[in-house]
Nanobody, 119 residues
Framework: VQLVESGGGLVQSGGSLRLSCAAS????????MSWYRQAPGKERELAAA????????KYADSVKGRFTIARDDAKNTVYLQMNSLKPEDTAVYYC?????????????WGQGTQVTVSS
């Protein structure tokens, strides 16, 4: 199993970024997928998740209405579109195989991609 994130970078407040997670080594369509983030000095938290069929999604209250998670199983890729970015969105963003850490037995993470939002 391999998860490789890309698309992070430095952006001004109010800007947008799209993160991508390229999945390999398993059948992406069989799994829910999530994006977690970890800011300096804080615990890792769920930002968004999408079910295996893409029917259900969930978002942290702090990103609702600004972030959109999507998947393209044919391309083995999961996306996180981030709009209206705020300095408090600054974090390392991780791709995760599963709906949530609590409901997943075997944990697979990507290496993370840094997102920095300047004020």
């Amino acid at each position: 199993v391999q998860l490789v994130e890309s698309g992070g970078g430095l952006v001004q407040s109010g800007g947008s970024l799209r993160l991508s997670c390229a999945a390999s080594g398993f059948t992406l369509s069989d799994y829910a997928m999530s994006w977690y983030r970890q800011a300096p000095g804080k615990e890792r938290e769920l930002a968004a998740a999408i079910s295996s069929a893409g029917v259900s999604t969930k978002y942290a209250d702090s990103v609702k209405g600004r972030f959109t998670i999507a998947r393209d199983d044919a391309k083995n890729t999961v996306y996180l579109q981030m709009n209206s970015l705020k300095p408090e969105d600054t974090a390392v963003y991780y791709c995760y195989r599963g709906w949530s850490i609590a409901t997943t037995v075997v944990h697979y993470w990507g290496q993370g991609t840094q997102v920095t939002v300047s004020s």
